[in-house]
């Protein structure tokens, strides 16, 4: 546990009596779920955690794992100085979090961005809560609103919640559900791909992180008539047909399926996820058409990612179609890709600062449900979720994190920052951050930014310090 954490540290510390006996329900157990618990339970609460797997299984869950890794084993760029998530993942650090302690405990090569071995990471989580002395875990789902006996809730159900629940919600805020869909990408075998072709190196030989030699990708030349005739397999490929009531259902723009990719230009897939640029074919010295990169998925390094290739192909056509990848002619697949319906509330119209639910503030939401897309902010506003949630049992103020850190500028976007009108999943991005004050040269702006962002973040754990000695 990291002494910066503020509430969840010193109220640990100092054995702060709790006001109400009763615990408080987490709904969920995914990121946003388990950060939520983590947070409420090292702040000196009881905490109930409720996961319905395995007695009801998703579309997309492979286990009964808490913090499970459905998709990408990647949470994105580690760099707090130039990238908003790396920024977020530092903030997130210094405030006591559970899934960046398990992200770093289990981290594997991955250039500058922090992936884990997602089955050693959802155990590091699922043993560190099962062992905790203030958290009671339930396997079974919650159907419907939660009683009204539970006088303080954290729903954290995901993209994937179960439609009782999300039909009693819809009905209690009065607002139409909102849905994307989202697509997981295949992994290979790394056994089963041919070196005599493919190559391991990092844009730039760039190495950055433990273990990392500046050759953490896997790479699968194309040539110029390879790969038109790839993209070209991608478009004819069959794939998955939607229900008629799932046609306008858009796509989240960071997990569009490649051959969706393919069909806004022939080129599109060459200068997104294929491109090339700083990897140096050994046969050749220089940078193929494209490229198609795989990314260690587990801490054994027996099993790859394919890299921006999520996709709705039929798993036969899969096979068939990546197989004509140069190095991946004999590739085994661990696992294929498929596609998810997701849902998300409305959340700058129906939730407060707070993250309570206007119709019925005992409810607070946390994670992917309420708008943010990918895993770390996901896990962040469960982070935040918790500690409001700690800190009104507690009787403390509900001190929101300043606009100018992460914490601050993603939770603000949520909760009234965006139009509601057309509100969409977001990721953190810089965009949400308020201007700086002064003028900085735009190469500086990043690191100045994140700067700010990390004094503010300080200040804030400080304060929230400072207000449990007084309690």
Known sequence: MDPAGGLAHIATMSMIPTPSSDPIHVIGGGLAGSEAAWQLAEAGLAVVLHEMRPVRMTDAHQTDGLAELVCSNSLRSDDPSHNAVGLLHEEMRRAGSLILRCADQTRVPAGSALAVDRDAFSQAVTAALAAHPRIALERGEVVGLPPAAWSSVVIATGPLTAPALAEAVRDLTGEDELAFFDAIAPIV????????????????????????DGKDYINCPLDKEQYFAFVEELLAGDKTVFKEWEANTPYFDGCMPIEVMAERGPLTLRFGPMKAVGLDDPRTGRWPFAVVQLRQDNALGTLYN???????????????????IPGLENAQFARLGGLHRNTFIRSPRVLDASLRLKADPRL???????????????????????????AERLGLPLDPPPPTTAFGALLGHITGGADATHFQPMNVNFGLFPPLEASVHKSQRKPAMAERALRDADGWLARTRAAVAAA
Do not use: C, N
Not at 193 to 207: L, V
């Open 364 to 390: 607070r939401f946390a994670g992917q449900i309420t708008g943010v897309e990918g895993y770390v902010e996901s896990a962040a506003i469960g982070l935040l979720a918790g500690r409001f949630a700690a």
């Open 306 to 324: 394919m890299v921006g290739f999520q996709t709705k192909l039929k798993h036969a056509e899969q096979v068939r179609i990546f197989r004509t």
């Open 189 to 212: 075998y790394k056994e089963s791909i041919d070196f005599d072709i493919a190559w391991f190196q990092s844009r730039y030989d760039k190495a950055s992180g433990p273990g990392s």
